[in-house]
């Protein structure tokens, strides 16, 4: 289920550890998130929004839509 933001650290070549330090969290926690062991609260899913400029709906999946805002 949140596949997209290995995909999006991935691109970004970023480590786990380095997202963790941003997210102010453990590697570990963040590692979680990643394989879907953990759900990701939504205080965690607006900063990785805001950090890679994309939106929520698409970190979830509801989207294909990588643009934080589409155009109208």
Do not use: C, H
């Amino acid at each position: 289920m949140y596949s997209r933001i290995r995909d999006l650290r991935e691109d970004s070549d970023l480590t786990q550890k380095q997202v963790a330090k941003i997210l102010e969290m453990s590697q570990t926690g963040y590692s979680k998130y990643e394989t879907g062991e953990n759900d990701i609260p939504t205080a965690i899913l607006i900063k990785l929004a805001r950090f890679y400029n994309t939106s929520i709906d698409y970190l979830l999946g509801e989207t294909n839509v990588k643009e934080r805002y589409a155009d109208k």
